[in-house]
Every structure is written in structure tokens, then in C-alpha cells.
């Protein structure tokens, strides 16, 4: 059975773990979250959340994107099977104990996605940070857009911010992007002073952002800043930090404002309904200790969108 530490980290008084989890347990950690995992009995204690059936439940509602703030979004399937193949690089003698585990998440995850929220529209951060930079009448033609970033998320991201560089939907904006991989920090300072608007897709920086920030600030004495927009910080993350008094800042769920309460409704509730049954009947397959044959190889699950 599994076992789940969770931290929200959107909440005004989110649950703290006490002392640091093992940092042999599976760690996954998202915009919104992070979890603690392993199979029960096979590591140290764990003050966990969940047990069994239910933490198996939540982590499929989780890789399904129905316990996201965003109902149905994909981005943090994504972000679960990085983690998971960091996890088996860095540790794999010990993410043998969850690895039958994780092969039933991505299977269900994946089936439950193709059954009833497959094409159904709806948003996702992409949409949203879209929605964001055009509100307000900010963005004009020619300004440009500096997208911090190299990873999944910016991947998500990106797409939905092209029609904004495109004449024909009336704004003509320049996308640019930065990645530690490929340009220097010095870089990165250079275009936040520059640019009128900016997405973070990267987690915070204790010791760089600071100067990050200062050089956002330091464009806005020169002219109109637009929005800052930093997806790997909550509004209670930023209290009293390096960002929080930026001009233009938003944080991650400021996105939040902008979904379509009336989106995929029905669509959601019967994927709800289907995490529930699988969780249900894996827990009882697993009790009885009945082998659990896969329609998909180990490498095929980890191709799964």
C-alpha cells in the first residue's frame, strides 16, 4: 500500500511536514503541492496524510489534473512523470518498491484522461497566462515578452502565448525566451530590464531573485511596465519577498481569476467517478494479492501525454 505526505503550498496555513522527510522517499514537487511517497512499511515513519486506497485515489485525482486549481489540466501529469524519472535515475533500488505503483498511476492516469477528458476543451495554464497578459488593454503591438524557462512548464506555456506574436490577432508581441542551459544570468538581467512583460516558468531562487527583481525594477524607471507574471510562486509565497512589491506582479493564482467556472463540468465529475473505481478496484486487486498484467510497456507508460 502506498503511503502520502502532502504539503499545499496555496494555503494560508498549509500542513508543515515537521522534520525533513527522508530524501530517499519520492518527491514530487508542483506549483501547487508536494508529496512525499512510498510503498508502507518499506521506509522510515512517515506522519502521512494518506494510507492505501485513498492515497492511491488522490494521487490518480492529482496525475488526472481533477485536485488542480485548474480542474482537468495536464501540466502536472507531466511534471509527475519528470519527477518519478528523476526519482528512478537518482534512487533505483529504491524506486523498485513503488514502481508497480507508479506503472498502475500512469495507466489509469492515462486511461481516465482518454475517456472522458480528451479533447474536451477547457483550460490550462497555457490559456490562462494567456487570458492574463491581455487583460487590462496592457499588451500593444511590438511589446515583448520574456518567457524564464526550459521545462515543461514553459513548454505548456509557449504555444498559447504565438497567436499573441501574430498580427493577425491584433497585437504583433515578440516572444523571447531565456534557459540556464543556453544564455547567462547576466542575461537574464538584461532582458527583465528590457522587456515589457515577463512569465516565470521556473520555481523560486532565494539567492538570485533579488536581483532579478531589482533589475525588473530598474526597467520601470525608464518606461510603462506591463505584467510580471511568476508561475512557480503563490501569492503566500511572495509576502514579504524579492517580487512581491514589482511593479505588475502577479502571482500563480492570480491565473485562477481568469478559468470559465462552466468548463467541462460533467466531463470532470465522470472522470471523478472513474479515479474512484479504479482506485477501489486496484486496492482490492492488490489486497488479494492478484497479479496486474499492463496492455503497455514500461516505456510506452512513460510516454504518455
Request: contains cysteine.
Amino acid at each position: 500500500m502506498l503511503e502520502i505526505l502532502h504539503q499545499r503550498k496555496l494555503s494560508l496555513s498549509p500542513a508543515a511536514p515537521g522534520a525533513a522527510p527522508s530524501e530517499h522517499l519520492f518527491k514530487i514537487d508542483t506549483c501547487q503541492r508536494t508529496l512525499w511517497i512510498q510503498a508502507e512499511g518499506t521506509g522510515p515513519s512517515l506522519r502521512a496524510s494518506y494510507r492505501g486506497v485513498e492515497a492511491y485515489l488522490f494521487l490518480l485525482r492529482i496525475a488526472t489534473g481533477l485536485e488542480s486549481e485548474v480542474r482537468g489540466e495536464t501540466d502536472v501529469f507531466g511534471q509527475i512523470k519528470e519527477s518519478w524519472r528523476l526519482y528512478c535515475e537518482r534512487w533505483p533500488e529504491h524506486s523498485i518498491q513503488l514502481r508497480s505503483w507508479m506503472n498502475r498511476l500512469f495507466e489509469d492516469a492515462k486511461s481516465v484522461r482518454t475517456e472522458h477528458l480528451q479533447g474536451s476543451g477547457g483550460d490550462s495554464y497555457g490559456t490562462l497566462t494567456r487570458k492574463l497578459l491581455r487583460s487590462g488593454g496592457e499588451l500593444e503591438a511590438g511589446d515583448t515578452i520574456l518567457v524564464v524557462g526550459g521545462g515543461a512548464l514553459t513548454r505548456s506555456v509557449l504555444p498559447h502565448l504565438s497567436s499573441l506574436a501574430k498580427g493577425a490577432a491584433g497585437f504583433g508581441a515578440r516572444v523571447t525566451t531565456w534557459t540556464r542551459s543556453t544564455r547567462s544570468e547576466a542575461e537574464l538581467l538584461d532582458e527583465l530590464a528590457r522587456a515589457r512583460h515577463a512569465v516565470f516558468c521556473i520555481p523560486e531562487d532565494s539567492a538570485l531573485d533579488p536581483a532579478r527583481a531589482a533589475a525588473w525594477s530598474a526597467g520601470a524607471g525608464r518606461g510603462d511596465r506591463g505584467k510580471l507574471l511568476h508561475l512557480g510562486l503563490t501569492s503566500l509565497a511572495a509576502r514579504g519577498g524579492a517580487w512581491e512589491s514589482c511593479a505588475g506582479f502577479h502571482a500563480l493564482d492570480s491565473l485562477f481569476a481568469f478559468r470559465d467556472p462552466d468548463a467541462r463540468d460533467q466531463r470532470l465529475e465522470r472522470a471523478a467517478r472513474a479515479c474512484e473505481e479504479r482506485a477501489r478496484l486496484r486496492f482490492l486487486s492488490a489486497s488479494a494479492g492478484a497479479p496486474l498484467s499492463l496492455p503497455h510497456g514500461w516505456e510506452d507508460l512513460l510516454a504518455f501525454s
